[in-house]
């Protein structure tokens, strides 16, 4: 599964799969990307406040104010709580931080999700990744890291334990 179920946005698995990709197209064709995170640092507050409902709420509205902003031109995926990548090829520099500066002005845009009225900013950070910054044994090394930290956290996700015993 590629999915997120809570926000229909990639999870860690199609982020992966989609680096995995544009490193591809980077290395053989010379097509820089930049790696963006978006972390909303008030997300858990507000969901052991308001509850998991609430919670799930902001995160689909995060989601789509990351879609309003990169439409079909960037790769939208939420890793884990409030925390999202996004993957976009760019044609100039100032790229990433002309969508961080819309990022952070959406975000604190958001005052009211469902019945509930949360206040949000956008810690965001980015990397330019061309062929000078990325090499292929650099790509190996953050991928096993990934994948081990991925691995630490579902074994430790009593949920997803349960969903495994089932067989789901």
């Known amino acids: 599964m590629v999915t997120d179920p809570i926000t229909g946005l990639a999870n860690s698995r199609g982020i992966m799969e989609s680096m995995t990709s544009y490193l591809e197209e980077l290395w053989r064709r ?21 509850g998991e409902e609430a919670g799930d709420e902001l995160l689909r509205r995060i989601g789509r104010v990351l879609e309003e902003i990169f439409g079909n031109n960037a790769v939208i995926g939420r890793i884990t709580e409030s925390q999202f990548f996004i993957l976009m090829q760019y044609q100039k ?13 959406k975000i ?3 005052h009211e999700v469902g019945e509930w009225r949360p206040s949000c900013t956008a ?8 062929a000078d910054t990325i090499s292929e044994k650099m790509y190996s090394e953050m991928i096993h890291k990934v994948m081990m930290e991925l691995n630490e956290k579902e074994e430790n996700d009593p949920e997803q334990e349960s969903d495994r015993k089932a067989g789901k």
């Open 123 to 130: 810690q965001v950070m980015f990397a330019y990744a061309t």
């Open 93 to 105: 520099k100032g790229a990433a931080e002309e969508a961080a500066d819309q990022i952070n002005r």
């Open 30 to 50: 010379n097509i820089n990307f930049v790696i963006m995170q978006v972390f909303v640092r008030e997300y858990e507050f507000f969901r052991k406040t308001c």
């Open 108 to 110: 604190q845009e958001i």
